[in-house]
């Protein structure tokens, strides 16, 4: 069975995050997408953890179902900061644990290192490698993924505060990591560039701070497995059913390319390079993005692809095609009703993106949004690269005019 998973998501208790994040919007805006399996997100969170417990419950296959059947698996993100090798690091990682019984046993662990009550993604002082050892003390069946592998602040490979290698992070418990989040601003091909990571899976979820379309699966894994949690233990320790990734243009991401963005300053690696690094307007070192730190970590040239390199897609979210081409706010009631009137046709954005022909399109919206849709389904969309924590956005050469009724025309 294949299933489009989001393993990585938050609750409204994690700073930063939608205060109406709750399991009925999450399943509603899922299903919508086109997603059949997400993670709970956030699970050690006291109060979530109650939302959780009653309006979720567990089978012996570790999965927890909605009222009407919705998948859900025990997920969490905690943020790490310590010194290593005489360096602040600061590194973010995704938990997936098998049950509910396993939760609680590292939501107490986690509860004897410090407070677990103020943001659903709690920062602790202990190190990637002590994270390890008590999770899988706890059980053998967590999995332990680095998020975003490569943003700049809390990337395992970060510019700021990252490592060169997953085995810097973890010393000998680097042997528990199955695989790495390729996060937005990144996809597999530019992994693919540095050997040393050919022995880890990658894996790509949305990191969803809010469960709006354009942010809930923008990024997924897909698997073809019966659903339960050891299934996807496997495919991501063994890779048996991890048959591919759904990815953004990694110059979408936020981080893609060098840049300050308060001085509206944007450099791809080399004008960055030639700059030493320093920003020509206000003179300060320039955040450096993900493409300089994979062509610093690579040993292998651009497209390169390793043996049995599992496939993905690039596809950018359907809201954010509609919002550019029609130069329009991606949260405007316009937007929506174009997207609302292929979801209707089509049953899920996923669907429209991927499967849809041109023709049945060109039914249902604007010449230039189907062509725009196809296009992104080609990867042949051109992005304004994202920098410095501003994300990148598609550039349509033509715009749709603006019409009294934007869902007639
Ligand atoms: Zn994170
Ligand atoms: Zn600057």
Known sequence: MKIIADLHIHSGFS??????????NLE????????????????????????LKSKLTEDDQGILRTKTGFPFVWQTEISLMYKKDGKGRRVHHVILAPDGEVVRQITGALLKKGRIDY???PIFGFTSEELVDMLISISGKCIIIPAHSWTPYFGIFGSMSGFDSVEECFGEKSKHIYALETGMS???SMMWRLSKLDKYNLVS???MHSFWPWRIGREATIFDIDLSYNNIFSAIKEKKGLAGTIETDPSYGRYHFDGHRNCDVCMNPSESAKNNEICPKCGRKLTI??????DE?????????PKNAVPFKKLIPLSELIANIYDLGITTKQVWEIYNKLIKEFSSEINVLMNVDEEKLK????????EAIISNREEKIEISPGFDGQYGFPVFKNKIKKQKSLTDF
Do not use: M
């Open 363 to 370: 039914k249902i919206v604007h010449p230039l949004l189907a």
């Open 186 to 188: 990144a996809d597999p």
């Open 119 to 121: 943001d659903g993604r």
């Open 205 to 207: 979820f949305s990191d």
């Open 297 to 305: 970590l690579a040993d292998r040239p651009e497209g390169f692809v």
């Open 15 to 24: 700073r930063a995050c939608s205060k109406d994040i709750s399991i009925e």
């Open 28 to 51: 509603k805006y899922a299903r919508i997408k086109g997603i059949n399996l997400l993670g709970t997100g956030d699970f050690q969170h006291p109060k979530w953890i109650q939302e």
């Open 289 to 294: 993005g993900v493409l300089h730190r994979v």
